[in-house]
């Protein structure tokens, strides 16, 4: 098999190969668009190179063969005059992964040929920057000489010159420092540059194929869920040149705004720069209006090639392109990333458009990501005053403290803190540090920068190009117009509007995109699985009404009880006395009708799943070292300890060593019998005003942390006699569904059993995962779990996405078995797995009726439902 393949060879649908970069400019050479002309090595050459530690035999022949062709398409040579060929050297994976891998441009220059290269084009300037480029780059992916040694070359040579940009510096401080760089490279890595061409290229795509396993492109694949063993491919590409006098530029473009998802062109164009200078947003860059007048014809042209692509690829597109003195080459393109905002308008104009069809636009839109969209925003009617306005590189607002490292920032979120990453401008480098923090705010960089793009992908707010503020990260401060922001200072950032705040901005909760409830609309036409919510109020329960929700699957009674009612609950549970005991439980009761009546009726004519008491009762009871330093306060005071020494020796009756495997959920109920009982009640009363009010509840009893049948079968009878009672005292029929959380590894093993018992199941996959793995949910991630995913002994947080093998596989033995015994038993979801994406395709798989998430994730829940229905189809032909 070759892995070597000409642009004019492959197509987009060898992206495995090819990789996104290499595949879109096979498919764009194809299509006859202005493309460099040049080659690809595959993934398949970089799989072997990281087996082996050596490129695959015969690779370098078919090398040289692929650049005598590439020769002879350019009317160039490579190394010699009079027209020099430099080529650029990039990685390009099957999965988008920007800035992640390492890139060197113009190679082939060596020098002689910088001397040519100035005859050629007639820009002595221009050769000597082209130079200094490469040995910069050279230097740094090849020879793993740090970047700073040349930035500070060339901060000299800037100061020298009072020059605001390396642009501004003169051929012989070009000159100067390209004799600079070649002594930095030989005396930090020990090797020259090699001015042999043919070792500059072989090195390079060595560099390449090895930049897949550094230490970024790791984190970023982590981050991502890209697996691994895939490795990239390199793409080698005849040079155009940006920076070629002043009719030349570069530039990014997208056939949509990829920040609002409106269908009009967006763009980025710096005159005189060569690509890294526009992704780097070290300069501030044109748009595409300001280009039209500079050069009409190349922008014609664009708008065209933006219209064509986008058709062709039925998607929205990034491109990438040169302008090289008034002539227009086209040099990449992949589906471009976009605000989950923009991807929601997009899909559904483009199906109303008729490029897509609807099962496409429910497909093209990342469930996780409408989350974000429920971000909050500035409250601008308070008219808070900003200090100073950026570009709004990614929506949202957010608030934080203020750290000025990405490692400082890792180790802060740690500890909890929110943060906002302050950066001159962030690298590959800061990822972690990106992904710690609420928000990202630069001094440089636009919408295409690395901190914008990167910012939109994670779906957090940024704000990049804050001219007007100065960052110093070494004293960890920033200066913006007199104010002085230190690490820790809380600010505010819009990454809508732009604008920078000092200390906490006012926030309002954001308004829906008009296009969303068309798009869940075709998402609910598609889907099977029902979607309900987890809500224990009536606020949480109407939000997840309206979000779609079809029901209630979880309402945690233990959570309706805190302030007052929980010393009420400790009474009933810590009290000798029946009358005081009695009078609690009463107390309870009158509460509970209200909490439960409220419920139904934002549910009315919609199943309520209500879970009797559940209580970690450690959380519940009084804490004994608390008790004790009140006693020894009252004591010192000369005051009464009775009641404390009392109260202190009941809660030390209840106490465990392991509360998680302890007296929990119905354990309780069947020792502190009248507790479930009292719910029960109150349930049946709410239900009852419910119906004289001429309203449908639908209320379902669920009995938690079952673990062997005769503990169900015994509050079932209970719960059955309360509801006889309630209909013989009311006269009315009661329809009520009794059923149980299947959260031990016992319960879904006997499941068949249980099910006799049963009416309904709903998988408690937080503690079936807890209760599996062995691993204490309240604990183990803080403490260990994370270095277990990044060790890669786990490949995901198993309460997070659910463990398809452990976990999933008892839930199937429950379903399977649950419905063997009882045909008619309803099944769900309620733990947090209920709202995650992959786990929602796993319920969809084994058959579930519904998952139950939390009400922001009901949308979520929605989308995915309906992608899980649709799997197998495939999403963007770009890209993904
Ligand atoms: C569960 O265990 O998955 C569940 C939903 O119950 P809780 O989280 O309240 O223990
Ligand atoms: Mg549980």
């Given at each position: 098999?070759?892995y070597v393949?000409?642009?004019?060879?492959?197509?987009?649908?060898?992206r495995?190969l090819?990789?996104?970069?290499?595949?879109?400019?096979?498919?764009m050479?194809q299509?006859?668009?202005?493309v460099?002309p040049?080659?690809?090595?595959?993934t398949?050459a970089?799989?072997?190179?990281?087996?082996?530690?050596?490129?695959?035999?015969?690779?370098w022949?078919?090398?040289d063969r692929a650049?005598?062709?590439l020769e002879?398409a350019?009317?160039?040579?490579?190394?010699?005059?009079?027209?020099?060929l430099?080529?650029?050297?990039?990685?390009?994976?099957?999965?988008?992964?920007p800035?992640m891998?390492?890139t060197i441009?113009?190679?082939?220059?060596n020098?002689?040929?910088?001397?040519?290269?100035?005859?050629?084009?007639?820009?002595?300037?221009?050769?000597?920057?082209a130079?200094?480029?490469?040995?910069q780059?050279?230097?740094?992916v090849v020879?793993g000489?740090?970047?700073?040694?040349?930035?500070e070359?060339l901060?000299d040579?800037?100061?020298?010159?009072r020059?605001?940009?390396?642009?501004d510096?003169?051929?012989k401080?070009?000159?100067?420092?390209c004799?600079?760089?070649q002594t930095?490279i030989?005396?930090?890595s020990?090797?020259p540059l090699?001015p042999?061409?043919e070792?500059?290229l072989?090195?390079?795509i060595?560099?390449?194929f090895?930049s897949?396993?550094?230490?970024?492109?790791?984190r970023?694949?982590?981050?991502h869920d890209?697996?691994?063993?895939l490795?990239?491919a390199a793409?080698?590409?005849?040079m155009?040149f940006?920076?070629l006098?002043?009719?030349?530029?570069t530039g990014?473009?997208?056939t949509?705004d990829?920040?609002?998802?409106?269908?009009r062109p967006?763009?980025?164009?710096l005159p005189?720069?060569?690509?890294?200078?526009v992704?780097?947003?070290i300069?501030?860059?044109?748009t595409l209006d300001?280009?039209a007048?500079?050069?009409?014809?190349?922008?014609?042209?664009l708008?065209a090639?933006m219209?064509?692509?986008?058709?062709?690829f039925r998607?929205?597109?990034?491109?990438?392109?040169?302008?090289?003195?008034?002539r227009l080459w086209?040099?990449?393109t992949?589906?471009?990333k976009?605000t989950?905002?923009?991807?929601?308008r997009?899909?559904?104009d483009?199906?109303?458009?008729?490029?897509?069809?609807r099962r496409e636009a429910?497909?093209?839109?990342d469930?996780a990501?409408?989350?974000?969209l429920?971000?909050?925003r500035i409250?601008?009617?308070?008219?808070?005053?900003?200090?100073?306005?950026g570009?709004?590189?990614?929506p949202?607002a957010a608030?934080g403290?203020?750290?000025f490292?990405a490692d400082?920032?890792?180790?802060m979120?740690r500890?909890g803190e929110k943060?906002i990453?302050v950066r001159?401008?962030?690298?590959?480098?800061d990822?972690?540090?990106?992904?710690?923090?609420?928000?990202?705010?630069?001094?440089q960089g636009?919408?295409?920068?690395?901190?914008?793009?990167?910012?939109r992908?994670?779906?957090?707010?940024?704000?990049t190009g804050?001219?007007?503020?100065r960052?110093?990260?070494?004293a960890k401060v920033?200066h913006?117009?007199?104010?002085t922001?230190r690490?820790?200072?809380v600010?505010?950032i819009?990454?809508?509007t732009?604008?920078?705040?000092n200390g906490?901005?006012?926030m309002?909760?954001?308004?829906?995109?008009?296009?969303?409830e068309q798009?869940l609309a075709?998402?609910?036409e598609i889907r099977?699985?029902?979607v309900?919510a987890?809500?224990?109020?009536?606020a949480?329960?109407?939000k997840?009404?309206?979000?779609?929700?079809?029901?209630?699957?979880l309402?945690?009674?233990?959570?309706?009880?805190?302030?007052?009612?929980l010393?009420?609950?400790q009474r009933?549970?810590?009290s000798?006395?029946?009358a005081e005991r009695?009078?609690a439980?009463q107390?309870?009761m009158?509460?509970?009708?209200?909490?439960f009546?409220g419920?139904l009726v934002?549910?009315d004519?919609?199943?309520?799943i209500?879970?009797?008491?559940?209580?970690?009762?450690?959380?519940?009871?009084?804490s004994?070292?608390e008790l004790?330093q009140?006693m020894?306060q009252?004591?010192?005071?000369?005051?009464?300890?009775a009641?404390?020494?009392?109260m202190s020796a009941?809660v030390?009756r209840?106490?465990?060593d392991n509360?998680m495997?302890g007296l929990?959920?119905?354990?309780?109920?069947?020792?502190?019998?009248?507790l479930?009982?009292?719910?029960?009640q109150a349930a049946?009363?709410a239900?009852?005003?419910q119906?004289r009010?001429?309203?449908d509840p639908?209320?379902e009893?669920m009995?938690?942390l079952?673990?062997?049948?005769?503990?169900l079968?015994?509050m079932?009878a209970?719960?059955e006699e309360?509801?006889?009672?309630?209909?013989a005292e009311?006269?009315?029929?009661?329809?009520?569904?009794?059923?149980?959380?299947?959260?031990?590894?016992?319960?879904?093993l006997t499941?068949g059993?249980i099910?006799?018992?049963?009416?309904f199941f709903?998988?408690g996959t937080?503690d079936l995962?807890?209760?599996?793995y062995?691993?204490?949910?309240?604990d183990?991630?803080?403490?260990?779990?994370?270095?277990?995913l990044?060790e890669?002994?786990?490949?995901?947080?198993p309460f997070?996405?659910?463990?398809?093998?452990?976990v999933?596989?008892?839930?199937k033995?429950a379903?399977?078995?649950?419905?063997?015994a009882n045909p008619g038993?309803?099944?769900?979801?309620?733990g947090?797995?209920g709202?995650?994406?992959?786990?929602i395709?796993?319920?969809?798989e084994?058959?579930?009726?519904?998952?139950?998430?939390?009400p922001?994730?009901v949308?979520v829940?929605?989308?995915?439902?309906a992608?899980?229905e649709l799997?197998?189809?495939?999403g963007?032909?770009v890209d993904r």
């Open positions: 098999m070759a393949h000409d642009f004019g060879e492959g197509d987009a649908s060898r495995d090819l990789g996104g970069k290499g595949a879109g400019l096979a498919e050479t299509l006859g668009l202005a460099p040049g080659f690809t090595i595959t398949e970089c799989r072997e190179f990281m087996a082996t530690g050596q490129v695959p035999d015969g690779l022949a078919e090398v650049m005598a062709r002879s350019s009317g160039r040579t490579f190394g010699k005059g009079p027209q020099p430099l080529i650029s050297v990039r990685s390009g994976a099957a999965f988008s992964m800035g891998m390492d441009l113009n190679l082939g220059i020098d002689q040929v910088v001397t040519e290269l100035g005859a050629w084009s007639g820009d002595e300037h221009f050769a000597w920057d130079y200094r480029r490469f040995a780059m050279y230097g740094e020879l000489v740090d970047e700073r040694h040349f930035q070359v901060e040579l800037r100061a020298g010159r020059a605001a940009s390396d642009a510096l003169t051929t401080d070009l000159q100067h420092a004799r600079r760089f930095i030989n005396g930090r020990g090797q090699p042999d061409p070792m500059q072989r090195e390079a060595t560099a390449v090895a897949w396993g550094n230490e970024r492109a790791f970023y694949r982590r981050l890209i697996p691994d063993h490795g990239t793409n080698i590409q005849m155009v940006g920076d006098g002043t009719n030349s530029g990014v473009c997208f949509r990829p920040g609002s998802g409106e269908r967006y763009g980025d164009y005189r720069a060569q690509g890294e200078d992704v780097a947003g300069r501030n860059t044109l300001e280009l007048p500079l050069h009409p014809a190349c922008h014609e042209q708008l090639v219209e064509g692509l986008e058709k062709h998607d929205m597109c990034d491109i990438e392109f040169t302008i090289e003195r008034d086209i040099l990449q992949r589906a471009g976009r989950a905002g923009a991807a929601v997009i899909a559904v483009m199906a109303e458009e008729g490029l897509i069809s429910v497909n093209r839109v469930p990501s409408l989350e974000q429920e971000r909050p409250d601008d009617n308070a008219r808070p005053m900003p200090l100073a306005t570009v709004a590189a990614s949202g608030s403290r203020a750290v490292d400082r920032a890792d180790a979120a500890d943060l990453l001159a401008e962030t690298t590959p480098e990822i972690h540090g990106m992904a710690a923090a609420q928000g990202i705010l630069t001094s636009g919408k295409t920068s690395h901190a914008a793009v990167v910012a992908g994670m779906g957090k707010p940024a704000v804050a001219a007007a503020m960052v110093d990260a070494n920033a913006i117009d007199g104010v922001i690490e820790g200072d600010i505010t819009d990454g809508t732009g604008r920078i705040f906490l901005a006012p309002v909760e954001p308004r829906p995109i008009d296009q969303l798009l075709w998402a609910d099977s699985l029902g309900r987890n809500a224990d109020t009536v949480d329960a109407k997840a009404r309206a979000a779609g929700a079809e029901g209630i699957g309402a945690r009674t233990e959570h309706m009880f805190m302030g007052e009612r010393r009420i609950v009933i549970i810590l000798d006395d029946p009695a009078a439980l107390d309870l009158h509460q509970q009708v209200e909490d009546q419920l934002a549910m004519g919609l199943p309520v209500i879970r009797l008491l559940d209580p970690p009762l450690h959380e519940f009871l009084p004994r070292f004790e009140e020894v009252r004591l010192r005071l000369g005051r009464e300890i009641d404390l020494e009392r009941q030390a209840w106490e465990e509360p495997l929990r959920g119905v354990r309780l109920g069947l020792i502190v019998s009248d479930y009982r009292m719910q029960t049946l009363e239900v009852t005003r119906l009010a001429g309203a639908k209320l009893i009995i938690p079952v673990v062997t049948v005769e503990e079968v015994r079932r209970m719960i309360e509801i006889r009672r309630k209909e009311t006269g009315l029929q009661l329809h009520v569904l009794i059923g149980t959380m299947i959260e031990l590894p016992r319960a879904a499941a059993e099910a006799g018992a049963a009416d709903s998988f937080n995962t807890q209760m599996t062995g691993l204490s949910r309240d183990a991630e803080a403490l260990f779990l994370r270095q277990y990044e890669g002994l786990l490949e995901h947080n997070q996405t659910l463990d398809r093998q452990g999933g596989r008892l839930i033995v379903v399977k078995e649950g419905r063997e038993l309803e099944v769900g979801v309620c947090e797995h709202g995650d994406p992959a786990s395709a796993f319920c969809r084994s058959g579930l009726d519904y998952v139950s998430a939390s922001p994730r949308r829940a929605r989308l995915a439902a992608q899980a799997s197998g189809d495939t963007s032909p």
